[in-house]
């Protein structure tokens, strides 16, 4: 809206000099920014130059008529609001006037209150509309993320999934390893649901200590703990009508997990130190890099949970398994990281493309992402170079390092021993970073506690 110091401008437009001073009045003394003129011509060079929101158009002017001006000043401001003054037996042109473009009309001798709603509903109808399309464009530029998610079928098909489970209220379980991005589909499937005007809450299962989980998904009370100075909603509540994604569900204890499998078929819950029933309507969404039926068989996860979230399961590819889709993301990362650093990279040298298109990603999309990230930050030309790309930039942030980057998977078995080989080296680097305190070295890692473990034990590590 086009507003001098933050108020809505207004233009006069009639030859009755008496007129024009009135309702200059009337609206300079409701806050309005006036400018008032006297025929067509004026009135046109009044729009091009200040740029009112609204304009007050008497039907009757001398040289170019109010229909005409009409036309015109839509022509130079398509957004420009209206008001036809006409006489009682002029109506039926104002209501033609309208046709063409005018909001209302308000006949003479009017009533200054009436006259002074009319501006005011005029004025709030445009701002409500920009509002609609500000948010239709910014719809838009969330759901580009899907343009940007890659052209292999693997991720094709879990957006045509993404399309069919959204608008439903079923609960959806995201398998995919680290990096992969299941915040970003959780998020996805959030805007494409019924609930997407109402709130989205996520919480990290595996980030919050034991002894604070129920409190942080039911709330407590005043008192129910030492530090509860006062009420507390929990995740739930705070969700509650629109979406909960439960990320790294399996970190959660056995008992936590009963209470959850309560909360979720009853609809209700408690605080902690509260007896009253607190009614929620939330739809989950669950994430986690561990396969929950695999977590279920080996005595890790509840049975009668894993049942009653499994209605839909969304398998996301790892990056190396979709490596088609390397350009697309690098590109998209690029044009991002310009952005925030305020450079001008234009693009990757084929040995840069190369080297992105060869590497094993343990990371995935988190780990390209970050790369990239550095690489523009770092890059001194037009171009990210090889040398921007070194695997020892994408863990300094860690303060880690890693000798045994490849520079081809030729000198290597297979994807899978490279990979292996790649995670174990981070790891044992961390641990000696960490002194071989596994909770420090998981945090050097930004990873949590129990996904170390669990990855130590995969990888053969002594316990």
């Given at each position: 809206?086009?507003?001098?110091?933050?108020?809505?401008?207004?233009?006069?437009?009639?030859?009755?000099?008496?007129?024009?001073?009135?309702?200059?009045?009337?609206?300079?003394?409701?806050?309005?920014?006036?400018?008032?003129?006297?025929?067509?011509r004026?009135?046109?060079k009044?729009?091009?130059?200040?740029?009112?929101?609204?304009?007050l158009?008497?039907?009757?002017?001398?040289?170019?008529?109010?229909?005409?001006?009409?036309?015109?000043?839509k022509?130079?401001?398509?957004?420009?609001?209206?008001?036809?003054?006409?006489?009682?037996?002029?109506?039926?042109?104002?209501?033609?006037?309208?046709?063409?473009?005018?909001?209302?009309?308000i006949?003479?001798p009017?009533?200054?209150?009436?006259?002074?709603?009319?501006?005011?509903?005029?004025?709030?109808?445009?701002?409500?509309?920009?509002?609609?399309?500000?948010l239709?464009?910014?719809?838009?530029?969330?759901?580009?993320?899907?343009?940007?998610?890659?052209?292999?079928?693997?991720?094709?098909?879990?957006?045509?999934?993404?399309?069919?489970?959204?608008?439903?209220?079923?609960?959806?379980?995201?398998?995919?390893?680290?990096?992969?991005?299941?915040?970003?589909?959780a998020?996805?499937?959030?805007?494409?649901?019924?609930?997407?005007?109402?709130?989205?809450?996520?919480?990290d299962?595996?980030?919050?200590?034991?002894?604070?989980?129920?409190?942080?998904?039911?709330?407590?009370?005043?008192?129910?703990?030492?530090?509860?100075?006062?009420?507390?909603?929990?995740?739930?509540?705070?969700?509650?009508?629109?979406?909960?994604?439960?990320d790294?569900?399996?970190n959660?204890?056995?008992?936590?997990?009963?209470?959850?499998?309560?909360?979720?078929?009853?609809?209700?819950?408690?605080?902690?130190?509260?007896?009253?029933d607190?009614?929620?309507?939330?739809?989950?969404?669950?994430?986690s890099?561990?396969?929950?039926?695999?977590?279920?068989?080996?005595?890790?996860?509840?049975?009668?949970?894993?049942?009653?979230?499994?209605?839909?399961?969304?398998?996301?590819?790892?990056?190396?398994?979709?490596?088609?889709?390397?350009?697309?993301?690098?590109?998209?990362?690029l044009?991002?990281?310009?952005?925030?650093?305020?450079?001008?990279?234009?693009?990757?040298?084929?040995?840069?493309?190369?080297?992105?298109?060869?590497?094993?990603?343990?990371?995935?999309?988190?780990?390209?992402?970050n790369l990239?990230?550095?690489?523009?930050?770092?890059?001194?030309?037009?171009?990210?170079?090889?040398?921007?790309?070194?695997?020892?930039?994408?863990?300094?942030?860690?303060?880690?390092?890693?000798?045994?980057?490849?520079?081809?998977?030729?000198?290597?078995?297979?994807?899978?021993?490279?990979s292996?080989?790649?995670?174990?080296?981070?790891?044992?680097?961390?641990l000696?970073?960490?002194?071989?305190?596994?909770?420090?070295?998981?945090?050097?890692?930004?990873?949590?506690?129990?996904?170390?473990?669990?990855?130590?034990?995969?990888?053969?590590?002594?316990?």
């Open positions: 809206m086009e507003v001098s110091n933050g108020v809505e401008r207004i233009l006069v437009i009639d030859d009755d000099k008496d007129l024009r001073f009135n309702l200059s009045s009337i609206l300079k003394d409701e806050g309005y920014d006036v400018l008032a003129v006297g025929d067509g004026e009135a046109l009044a729009v091009q130059n200040n740029s009112p929101n609204l304009a158009l008497d039907i009757r002017l001398p040289s170019m008529d109010g229909m005409e001006i009409l036309k015109k000043l022509g130079i401001d398509k957004d420009l609001l209206i008001i036809m003054l006409t006489a009682y037996a002029e109506v039926k042109d104002a209501v033609k006037a309208m046709r063409l473009g005018a909001f209302d009309y006949t003479k009017f009533d200054n209150e009436e006259l002074v709603l009319i501006i005011k509903k005029a004025l709030q109808t445009q701002y409500l509309s920009k509002e609609v399309k500000v239709r464009k910014r719809l838009g530029e969330k759901t580009a993320i899907e343009e940007v998610m890659g052209e292999s079928s693997q991720i094709k098909q879990v957006l045509k999934q993404v399309e069919i489970i959204a608008p439903t209220n079923m609960t959806v379980i995201i398998h995919g390893a680290s990096g992969t991005g299941k915040e970003v589909m998020q996805l499937i959030y805007q494409k649901s019924l609930r997407k005007a109402q709130p989205f809450v996520a919480i299962c595996g980030a919050i200590p034991e002894t604070l989980v129920e409190s942080e998904l039911f709330g407590y009370e005043r008192g129910a703990f030492t530090g509860a100075e006062d009420r507390r909603k929990g995740r739930f509540e705070q969700a509650n009508s629109g979406t909960l994604l439960l790294e569900i399996t959660l204890s056995d008992a936590v997990q009963m209470k959850l499998l309560r909360v979720i078929q009853e609809r209700r819950l408690q605080h902690l130190g509260g007896k009253r607190i009614s929620i309507d939330v739809r989950i969404i669950v994430a890099n561990v396969n929950l039926s695999e977590a279920v068989s080996a005595g890790k996860f509840r049975d009668d949970l894993y049942h009653r979230l499994n209605e839909f399961q969304i398998e996301l590819p790892k990056l190396a398994e979709r490596k088609e889709d390397i350009p697309i993301l690098a590109k998209y990362f044009d991002a990281a310009n952005s925030e650093f305020n450079k001008k990279v234009n693009d990757f040298s084929n040995e840069a493309m190369k080297f992105l298109l060869s590497y094993p990603w343990p990371g995935n999309v988190r780990e390209l992402k990239i990230k550095r690489a523009v930050l770092l890059s001194d030309s037009e171009h990210i170079n090889p040398s921007h790309l070194s695997v020892n930039t994408a863990v300094s942030q860690n303060k880690l390092t890693f000798q045994n980057k490849p520079d081809s998977t030729d000198s290597l078995s297979s994807f899978e021993e490279a292996k080989a790649f995670q174990r080296d981070l790891i044992k680097n961390a000696e970073k960490a002194d071989g305190n596994k909770l420090k070295a998981a945090k050097i890692m930004q990873i949590n506690r129990k996904a170390l473990y669990r990855k130590m034990k995969s990888l053969g590590f002594k316990s």
